[in-house]
C-alpha cells in the first residue's frame, strides 16, 4: 500500500494565495469606495498639499483634486455655489464667517497650519538679516498681497505699520492677486523684493546648498499670527473623502510634510 503525504510545499502555498486574495479583496474594496473630493487651497499652501495629496490618495484610495487660489476668491466662489468640498484657507477668519453665513459645517473648523512671512529677494545680499532694507528703501517696487483677499498680504501691512514705514513705502507697492503672484513677480525680478510665504521659500534652500536669493524672517510680533484653517464646506457633508481628507490633514504624516514646508503647528 502507498502512503500519500502532502508535500510540505502545500500548506505554505495556500496561504500564501490566501493572503494574495485577501490583498485583492482589500484592493477592489478601496476601489470600489474611492472617491473624489474637491479641495479650494490656499496659494500659500499648493506645494505642501501636492505631497499631502499624493499620500493622501496612497494611504487612502481617494483623489484630492485641487484648486489653488487667493482665500478671499474662495469665499466669494463658494457663496456663489462653487463645488467645492474642502477649503484650506490662509486664514481662520474666512471659514469662520462660512460657518457662521450657513456654508460650512459648524464644528468642522481646525488650524491645519501656522503660516510665517518673510521678505525675500531673487537678488543675494539684497535682504539683510534685520529687514533694515525697507528703511533705506533703495529699491523700486516692494511686491505684497492683496491685503483684501490674501492674509499674508494683510500680514505684511500690519508689519509695515509696526515698523512705522506703510506711509513711506506705498508708492513703491505692487499688489498681487494672491501670495503665488506676489511671489513670481519677485522670483521674475519684476519686484526688487517682496513680502511672501517661508514655505514659498523653502524648496529654494536646499540642505548644504547656498539659498538662493536673501531673505529676512518677518518677527511674528508684528503681525496678526497667520492661523490658516481648514473647514468643511457644505457640498462635501456625508461624503466620506471630504472626510477622510480632514482626518488626515491631522495625522502625523500629514504634520511631518506641514512642518517641514516652513510652518507652525
Known sequence: MTLLFPSPCRAPSLRLWGALGLLAHMAAFNAAHADEVQVAVAANFAAPFQKIAADFAAATGH????????????????KAGAPFEVLLAADDETPRKLIDEGFAVKGSAFTYAIGRLVLWSAQPGLVDAQGEVLKKGAFAHLAVANPKLAPYGA????????????????????QGENIAQT???????NAALGFVALSQVMPLQ????????SQWLVPAKL????????????????KP??????GYLRSDA????????????
Do not use: C, R
Open 63 to 78: 483623489t484630492a483634486v485641487p484648486v489653488v487660489g487667493a482665500t478671499g476668491k474662495f469665499f466669494a466662489q463658494v
Open 155 to 174: 500680514a505684511a501691512m500690519e508689519a509695515l505699520k509696526a515698523l512705522g514705514l506703510a506711509e513711506a513705502l506705498a508708492p513703491k507697492i505692487v
Open 183 to 189: 511671489f513670481q513677480f519677485v522670483s521674475t525680478g
Open 206 to 213: 536646499p540642505p548644504g546648498k547656498p539659498a538662493v536669493g
Open 223 to 238: 503681525h496678526t499670527p497667520i492661523l490658516q484653517d481648514a473647514v468643511l464646506l457644505n457640498k462635501g457633508a456625508g
Open 241 to 246: 473623502a471630504a472626510q477622510a481628507l480632514l
Open 254 to 265: 500629514a504634520k511631518a510634510v506641514i512642518q517641514a514646508s516652513g510652518y507652525g503647528l
